[in-house]
């Protein structure tokens, strides 16, 4: 079966950093992708990571951890328009289809 | 260059009928997918086709939903009989390939049955 697990809701202030944390147990695993989605928009690519370690863009990193299950966003230096939901989603080996989490919504605050 | 397009954005129809939605994936982009997204959820996957043929149709939800790709690039996702329960955001993606490469995701249609 397929689980990955993220938090519902996250608050942080203007400026600050935070981290969106992604556990997930699936059944084949190529790659773990990370998706910003604004309300009533379309998602839209952050990151993908195939290999255990930091992969840093500008404001935001993600990391991953195969043998834990574990991946996490980094968002620094915060702006409003950073307010939106986070997906994390996992690509199996065998698959081509995206299996997502149900998301994290950030509220960014001045 | 245009990004992946889906119509109607907004479809309302009562509960029973028959209703087609389109996606127009990115030029080249020979991986298509569908998924649906309910409020507060991630999207959930549908069907996946590479070329013209449905490669994972997996997440079809029941014999009501069926997806077409006839010529490898435009798609059209239809539902008979529709139910409450089928009302969601229905989104297309795209990629160059299968397999590991970047979605890249339509503004979605969104369905209310009525």
């Known amino acids: 079966g397929q689980n990955i697990d993220q938090p519902t809701e996250m608050t942080a202030t203007e400026g600050a950093i935070v981290q969106i944390n992604c556990t997930y147990q699936?059944?084949?695993?190529?790659?773990l992708f990370w998706y910003q989605q604004h309300a009533g928009e379309a998602p839209t690519f952050l990151s993908y990571n195939v290999l255990d370690g930091l992969e840093e863009k500008g404001r935001f990193s993600s990391f991953l951890s195969r043998s834990k299950g574990y991946s996490y966003l980094l968002l620094k230096e915060l702006q409003m328009k950073d307010s939106a939901s986070y997906l994390c989603?996992?690509?199996?080996?065998?698959?081509?289809?995206?299996?997502f989490g149900g998301g994290t919504r950030v509220l960014v605050k001045p | 260059g245009a990004g992946v397009s889906q119509t109607p954005s907004n479809k309302v129809t009562e509960k029973g009928k028959y209703v087609e939605l389109r996606c127009d994936p990115i030029s080249g982009h020979t991986a298509l997918y569908w998924y649906r997204q309910s409020l507060g959820q991630g999207p959930e996957f549908l069907i996946y086709f590479q070329g013209t043929g449905a490669a994972d149709d997996s997440g079809l939800p029941n014999d009501r939903f069926f997806a077409v790709r006839p010529e490898g690039s435009v798609s059209t996702l239809k539902i008979q009989r529709t139910e409450r329960g089928d009302s969601a955001v229905y989104l297309c993606?795209?990629?160059?390939?299968?397999?590991?490469?970047?979605?890249?995701f339509g503004p979605g249609t969104r369905l209310t049955v009525t």
């Open positions: 989603a996992v690509i199996k080996a065998a698959g081509n289809k995206l299996t």
């Open positions: 993606a795209s990629s160059l390939a299968g397999n590991s490469y970047e979605q890249y």
């Open positions: 699936t059944s084949g695993f190529n790659g």
